[in-house]
């Protein structure tokens, strides 16, 4: 009896524990020249963040509410509080600024479950006013794989990844499926007015045709996209279902191959004629994939030198699973990475030699998002602990 007694004692402090995070290690970096530190804690389940000036960021917390971070403040009062539905990888998920506009995505509820995109004005506080329905995208039948991520364009469009949903039509590659219809898709629309970038890749004759916003199909699972801010290419991460966790360059009609290839097409049994191939569409093999997942989420170039030089415009990704980030160096042309391990020469990691090759940090549970701050720092968003790290040197 008193054993049992103990045992239960033992499993009520591991729960206790793990509820305060007691049992996460502390971020720490490999660089000793690097420190990383909390900036900000107390945010509840954080999946995306924006650095609105020098003194304000904008974190989103799953469940639906903006959180205003000021002078490194966490305010009490959300700035917006978005009713959405939670399931499993749904919720509130992205945010950016294009002009004097922020736009959220957010998993709502409006007659039938749609993955919405908002737009506000920022107004002076920061404030977000006169809120608008912009866009709204697929959410269904999948509880998982809701896309969700926004990126400014260099040219002030906006960039939004959706999730495959586990639909099998044309955005997957199926070719008998039904019609594009904008899930699995990397999409550029014009913040103005949500009508397709002027210079996106498939036109179609019908004005209301997806593929007229795509910048990218055959995406699976994407919680990242990054721009490169050297030459203003677009990256993006997805997950693979247990292996080949990949980092693509997306250039304009990017196909990624799911959901007949993850990872490198010669590992499929499949060839390129096998896929959906729309017309002026490019497949191409990941940079560099992960054969067995991690749980990939963001990318973010760092645009500063705040690190050191050899820092400097590196691309930084984070993943979910082991709570670590990973660097890497471009090349000159920038359309690919330098690796130090010649184990990375077949672009697949392969296993934990490998692995560690390109670790930068460790320790940060459950990576959302990773910014440049304004004060050209590196900021990481940590789910799990419900903090933003900043790294300097
Ligand atoms: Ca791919
Ligand atoms: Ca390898
Ligand atoms: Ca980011």
């Given at each position: 009896?008193?054993?049992?007694?103990?045992i239960?004692?033992?499993?009520?402090?591991?729960?206790?524990?793990?509820?305060?995070?007691?049992?996460?290690?502390?971020?720490?970096?490999?660089?000793?020249?690097?420190?990383?530190?909390?900036?900000?804690?107390?945010?509840?389940?954080?999946?995306?963040?924006?650095?609105?000036?020098?003194?304000?960021?904008?974190?989103?917390?799953?469940?639906?509410?903006?959180?205003?971070?000021?002078?490194?403040?966490?305010?009490?009062?959300?700035?917006?509080?978005?009713?959405?539905?939670?399931?499993?990888?749904?919720?509130?998920?992205?945010?950016?600024?294009?002009?004097?506009?922020v736009?959220?995505?957010?998993?709502?509820?409006?007659?039938?479950?749609?993955?919405?995109?908002?737009?506000?004005?920022?107004?002076?506080?920061?404030?977000?006013?006169?809120?608008?329905?912009?866009?709204?995208?697929?959410?269904?039948?999948?509880?998982?794989?809701?896309?969700?991520?926004?990126?400014?364009?260099?040219?002030?469009?906006?960039?939004?990844?959706?999730?495959?949903?586990?639909?099998?039509?044309?955005?997957?590659?199926?070719?008998?499926?039904?019609?594009?219809?904008?899930?699995?898709?990397?999409?550029?629309?014009n913040?103005?007015?949500?009508?397709?970038?002027?210079?996106?890749?498939?036109?179609?004759?019908?004005?209301?045709?997806?593929?007229?916003?795509?910048?990218?199909?055959?995406?699976?699972?994407?919680?990242?996209?990054?721009?490169?801010?050297?030459?203003?290419?677009?990256?993006?991460?997805?997950?693979?279902?247990?292996?080949?966790?990949?980092?693509?360059?997306?250039?304009?009609?990017?196909?990624?191959?799911?959901?007949?290839?993850?990872?490198?097409?010669?590992?499929?049994?499949?060839?390129?004629?096998?896929?959906?191939?729309?017309?002026?569409s490019?497949?191409?093999?990941?940079?560099?994939?992960?054969?067995?997942?991690?749980?990939i989420t963001?990318?973010?170039?760092?645009?500063?030198?705040?690190?050191g030089?050899?820092?400097?415009?590196?691309?930084?990704?984070?993943?979910?699973?082991?709570?670590?980030?990973?660097?890497?160096?471009?090349?000159?042309?920038?359309?690919?990475?330098?690796?130090?391990?010649?184990?990375?020469?077949?672009?697949?990691?392969?296993?934990?030699?490998?692995?560690?090759?390109?670790?930068?940090?460790?320790?940060?549970?459950?990576?959302?998002?990773?910014?440049?701050?304004?004060?050209?720092?590196?900021?990481?968003?940590?789910?799990?602990?419900?903090?933003?790290?900043?790294?300097?040197?």
């Amino acid at each position: 009896m008193k054993k049992l007694f103990a045992i239960s004692l033992l499993i009520f402090t591991i729960a206790i524990m793990l509820q305060n995070n007691l049992l996460y290690a502390e971020p720490s970096l490999k660089d000793p020249n690097l420190k990383v530190e909390a900036f900000v804690s107390g945010i509840a389940s954080p999946t995306s963040m924006l650095f609105v000036d020098e003194n304000n960021i904008l974190v989103l917390e799953k469940d639906g509410n903006v959180r205003l971070v000021s002078n490194g403040m966490l305010q009490s009062q959300p700035l917006v509080s978005l009713s959405v539905d939670i399931k499993n990888e749904r919720g509130l998920l992205g945010i950016e600024k294009v002009g004097e506009n922020v736009f959220l995505y957010a998993t709502v509820k409006d007659g039938h479950l749609v993955n919405r995109i908002y737009k506000y004005t920022l107004a002076p506080g920061p404030e977000l006013t006169n809120e608008q329905g912009f866009m709204d995208l697929p959410a269904t039948p999948g509880t998982n794989h809701q896309g969700g991520k926004l990126v400014a364009s260099n040219d002030g469009y906006l960039y939004s990844v959706t999730g495959e949903l586990q639909r099998n039509g044309k955005d997957q590659n199926i070719i008998n499926g039904p019609d594009p219809d904008f899930s699995g898709a990397i999409l550029k629309t014009n913040a103005n007015d949500g009508s397709p970038a002027p210079n996106n890749p498939f036109k179609s004759d019908n004005s209301n045709d997806p593929v007229n916003w795509y910048q990218a199909y055959g995406i699976r699972n994407s919680f990242g996209l990054g721009i490169d801010p050297v030459d203003g290419a677009l990256w993006d991460t997805e997950n693979g279902e247990k292996a080949f966790d990949e980092i693509n360059l997306v250039s304009p009609g990017f196909n990624s191959g799911w959901k007949l290839t993850m990872g490198p097409i010669s590992e499929s049994g499949i060839s390129q004629d096998d896929l959906v191939n729309f017309p002026d569409s490019n497949y191409k093999d990941p940079i560099l994939s992960f054969r067995n997942s991690i749980g990939i989420t963001d990318i973010e170039f760092l645009n500063s030198d705040k690190l050191g030089t050899e820092y400097a415009n590196n691309a930084f990704v984070g993943d979910f699973s082991y709570g670590n980030l990973y660097r890497f160096e471009l090349n000159e042309e920038r359309v690919d990475f330098k690796f130090d391990d010649p184990g990375l020469e077949d672009r697949v990691v392969d296993n934990s030699k490998e692995l560690d090759s390109v670790i930068f940090g460790e320790g940060f549970s459950g990576i959302t998002d990773i910014n440049t701050g304004p004060d050209g720092l590196l900021y990481v968003l940590s789910f799990e602990d419900g903090t933003i790290y900043r790294i300097s040197k």
